[in-house]
């Protein structure tokens, strides 16, 4: 059964980077048409798509937020990863990574159980 | 691309049928059979309980069932319980490779 666990800084500066990374196990990041992807949820709050990239290469991402967001994989390693520029107090959430089983699809599952990210100086 | 439409709150009794609404447009939810929907314990990742308008993934009961018509999806939960009580999220494609998340209703079980 795959699992997912998110892991990277708890706390960012503003105007820094954010960088997370998901590791996957139980399943090989490279097997089917599985899109890997980010996910957030502000405080007490909705969530909010952040967008996805299959093992190959071709990646997808929010239109709000695409000229902050590369999302990357590292099959020799079974990780997928997350950085986010120029980050502000609006970027503090729960980040969460998940499967996209449907491939490109927007049908998430698993997830991983994600973590707190707050931008403060 | 704008937030699916959700009600921020429904409440129900025990044994209960209560249905949810997600209200999108003719470019997501009224175009893909590709309506999801995630439950949310406090403290806890959402958990896939429907996914393709109405195919429930292995192991979810099936008291919780999907629909569709035209912009707008429905999720209903059948013989309410209080475990039911959570946050719900729907969820559509909307082409172009990108996603849309409702912003939630929370489900109060009295």
């Known amino acids: 059964q795959v699992q997912l666990q998110e892991s990277g800084p708890g706390l960012v500066k503003p105007s820094q980077t954010l960088s997370l990374t998901c590791s996957v196990s139980?399943?090989?990041?490279?097997?089917?048409?599985?899109?890997w992807t980010w996910i957030r949820q502000y405080p007490g709050k909705g969530l909010e798509w952040i967008g996805y990239?299959?093992?190959?290469?071709?990646?997808y991402y929010n239109p709000s937020l695409k000229s902050r967001v590369t999302i990357s994989v590292d099959t020799s390693k079974n990780q997928f990863s997350l950085k986010l520029t120029s980050v502000t107090v609006a970027d503090t959430a729960v980040y969460y990574c998940?499967?996209?089983?449907?491939?490109?699809?927007?049908?998430?599952?698993?997830w991983g159980q994600g973590t707190l990210v707050t931008v403060s100086s | 691309q704008s937030a699916l439409t959700q009600p921020a709150s429904v409440s129900g009794s025990p044994g209960q049928s209560i249905t949810f609404s997600c209200t999108g447009t003719?470019?997501?939810?009224?175009?893909?059979?590709?309506v999801s929907w995630y439950q949310q314990h406090p403290g806890k990742a959402p958990r896939l309980i429907i996914y393709?308008?109405?195919k429930r993934p292995s192991g979810v009961s099936i008291r919780f069932s999907g629909s569709k018509s035209g912009n707008t999806a429905s999720l209903t939960i059948s013989g309410l319980q209080t475990e039911d009580e959570a946050d719900y999220y729907c969820?559509?494609?909307?082409?172009?490779?990108?996603?849309?998340f409702g912003g939630g209703t929370k489900l109060t079980v009295l």
């Open positions: 393709e308008v109405k």
């Open positions: 003719s470019s997501d939810v009224g175009t893909y059979d590709l």
């Open positions: 969820c559509s494609y909307t082409g172009s490779s990108s996603v849309v």
């Open positions: 998940a499967r996209d089983f449907g491939g490109n699809s927007g049908e998430f599952d698993p």
């Open positions: 139980g399943g090989s990041i490279s097997s089917a048409a599985y899109y």
């Open positions: 990239m299959f093992h190959s290469g071709s990646a």
